[in-house]
């Protein structure tokens, strides 16, 4: 397919911060093109933004039905091929689910849906149309992340006995939804958010990080929510205990109220000879801790020798010679670029190798609002531990 993919998005707009890391995420290998939006619900928000983007007028919409109707009945050649969809929690799933049905691919933000329910509707919408849904669970672009997965898989470290990993943030340490933050307003409202704030928004992204890495998957939990600022709707706050399938034990923080925290994401993993350590805002970095050793440190970008050389997934995702930092924007474009390689190859009937598969999926977005519902369940309920079922 000697051209580049045409890209749909439904929200985005000159308002919200999250559409612009979209954008530029997906522009940064140059596979992919904006063509056509229904960017806000506000009309003329949604008209400036098509200007300030160069889409063409006519393919400016009042809402997503209208584009994907419309967009569905232009010629092949010229209709988007997929959708990106940056709105609030509650509208991901209608979205994604009538696109799907008419034949378009799925970028969609995380969590998926707002319930167990939609999410498990979406894998039988995949699984019926055959279409590709993409999840932005960022944390996993990472080239030391996929390093890391990499290294677990090969069993570097034996059997992983303990997983340990955080999310704390301190912007909602003040009922700021209260202080004309539009981000806040929606996250903290369960009408248009979901059953929880900080698993929701944030948890989500620690329970894919640790299932991803250790590439094992939680079976039951022990959970408890907390709302710290008073006045606020949901949790803003919360611990839980996990317990992963081959019997390894985990502890996940996730935390808006840590205040003077930014995103100090970090993940520990600990098998029978050793452990790793990786941390969001050093990312460039992965330690590696092991009983009979002194502590490695691995690179991006390095061209070790054996045995420390980095793997292929580790490779393929990294854009930049040593020592240049890779962070959030290119960890985003890696997902983008593998999602749009997945959905290129399935078009010209090749099969995409490991690593351009090697992004989040739907699957990913049931057991995110399957963790999501266990936790709040076992919070509010009499049992000490709950099992995770999907």
Same mark, same amino acid.
């Given at each position: ?67 994907? @109707?419309?967009? %569905?009945? !232009?010629?092949?050649? /010229?209709?988007?091929?997929?959708? *990106? ?5 509650? +509208? ?118 640790? @299932?991803?890495? %250790?590439? !094992?998957?939680?079976? /039951?939990?022990?959970?408890?929510? *907390? ?5 606020? +709707? ?157």
């Amino acid at each position: 397919m000697k051209r580049k993919l045409r890209m749909g998005m439904v929200g985005g707009g000159n308002d919200a911060f999250i559409g612009a890391v979209h954008r530029i995420a997906a522009f940064m290998d140059g596979k992919i093109e904006l063509v056509c939006g229904a960017f806000s619900i506000d009309p003329q928000i949604s008209k400036q933004s098509g200007e300030d983007l160069f889409v063409a007028p006519e393919r400016v919409y009042l809402n997503y039905e209208e584009m994907i @109707e419309k967009e %569905s009945l !232009l010629p092949e050649g /010229e209709r988007m091929d997929f959708v *990106t969809i940056v709105t609030p929690n509650f +509208l991901h799933f209608a979205p994604a689910k009538l696109a799907m049905e008419n034949g378009f691919d799925v970028v969609v933000e995380k969590p998926m849906t707002v319930s167990v329910e939609e999410a498990k509707e979406l894998q039988e919408t995949v699984q019926r149309t055959g279409r590709t849904l993409c999840l932005t669970h960022t944390y996993s672009g990472y080239p030391m992340v996929k390093q890391a997965k990499a290294m677990v898989k090969e069993g570097h470290f034996g059997k992983i006995r303990k997983i340990v990993v955080e999310y704390p943030q301190g912007w909602l340490s003040r009922l700021t939804e209260r202080e004309g933050n539009a981000g806040a307003a929606w996250r903290a409202d369960p009408k248009r958010s979901g059953k929880s704030l900080v698993m929701g928004d944030i948890g989500t992204h620690a329970a894919h990080l640790a @299932e991803y890495v %250790s590439g !094992l998957r939680i079976e /039951e939990l022990c959970a408890d929510l *907390t709302t710290f600022v008073e006045g606020r +709707l949901l949790d803003d706050d919360g611990s839980v205990l996990l317990r992963f399938e081959n019997g390894a034990k985990g502890v996940l923080m996730a935390s808006q109220i840590s205040a003077g925290e930014e995103n100090a994401v970090r993940i520990r993993i600990y098998g029978e000879k050793g452990g790793l350590e990786w941390a969001n805002e050093d990312p460039n970095n992965l330690i590696i801790k092991m009983l009979d050793q002194p502590r490695q440190l691995y690179r991006t970008g390095n061209a070790y020798a054996a045995p420390y050389t980095l793997s292929t997934f580790a490779s393929h995702n990294t854009r930049v010679p040593a020592g240049h930092p890779e962070g959030l924007l290119e960890s985003f474009a890696n997902i983008y670029r593998n999602f749009a390689a997945t959905v290129t190859a399935k078009r010209e009937g090749r099969t995409p190798t490991a690593e351009e598969q090697d992004f989040p999926s739907v699957y990913d977005g049931v057991r995110g609002m399957a963790f999501i519902d266990t936790v709040v369940k076992n919070n509010e309920g009499t049992e000490k531990w709950t099992k995770f079922v999907l």
